[in-house]
């Protein structure tokens, strides 16, 4: 059977260049829409930003490991998890317009297959958790269970796209605590080398990050949500964006302000520099400009602005960079 493109691919170099035999597990692992991939990776650069600004540190190897890791971890991990989220919803998914020719429901992929497919990625992700800190690898460990849960959030809750959030954020725990200059690395136990009270408190900063990245995914996966509504609401699959309805536009914002609100008091507490401010006041403006044009009836404009996330996270991460540097300037080797 050939792989046609999907319908939310979009132009892709999956089905530009891919070969035909591997097309099915690439659009499995959704690689045909890397959008994800970038959404499950800013937030965990994020966090490594933020606890060298924190520190004052200057990066090194093992920072420089830490952002090529977690690259290849968000590419593995997301694969995983849509695989999974497949395996669960594929009689969901044969119903749906936009998801019924996904390689599981379309019959290109079996079942067993694809379990195959996300026990590979998880062991390989496994393998560069453990290059990590005690912390991180603790908190990689637990993600599991909000990545095990998130395909059944849509049977029982409106709220599928908070759950989301708090899966898909995760990174920015992960980051700031495998990038902490104050946390032993793997094996010493975390006991060993610092108090468990003061590294709750050093990881405030971080936690604040996380919730306004759960309101960032919150907004714009509400968004993404809208393509679906009318076949949702036919199959009886939940979503923030049928439980807002009309309000889409004004829940979207509501959460877009928190995202920005949580971010700038993550910088605060740790100590970023002047210019975190104005890459801030770049990040709220990108998600105003977000909620400004989104429209509960045009699924074709929900998917540019859902798209255009990786722009807004990049903006946040280039503004914890240089509130990050700004602080370094001046201090003697």
Known sequence: MTSAPLPDAGSNWVDRHAPEGLKPWLKLGRFDRPIGIWLLLLPGWQGIALALGQYRAVPGWYEAWLVIGFAIGACLMRAAG??????????????????????????????RQAWAFVMGCSLISLLILLTLNFTAILLGVGSLALVAAYPFMKRITWWPQAWLGLTFNWGALMGFAAANVWITLWPVPLAVSVPIHPIIALLIPALLLYLGGVFWTLGYDTIYALQDIEDDAMVGVKSSARRLGGNVQRGVGVFYALATVFAGLAGALAGLGPLFWIGLAAYAA???????RVRSDDGTLALRLF???????????IAIILGAVWPLQGVAP
């Open 307 to 317: 798209r255009s996330n990786r722009e807004a996270g990049f903006v946040l991460l």
């Open 286 to 292: 990108h998600l105003a400009w977000q909620t400004r």
């Open 82 to 111: 849509c695989a999974f989220n497949d395996i669960v919803d594929r009689n969901i998914d044969a119903q749906v317009a936009r998801t019924a020719m996904r390689p599981i429901p379309s019959g290109q992929i079996g079942v």
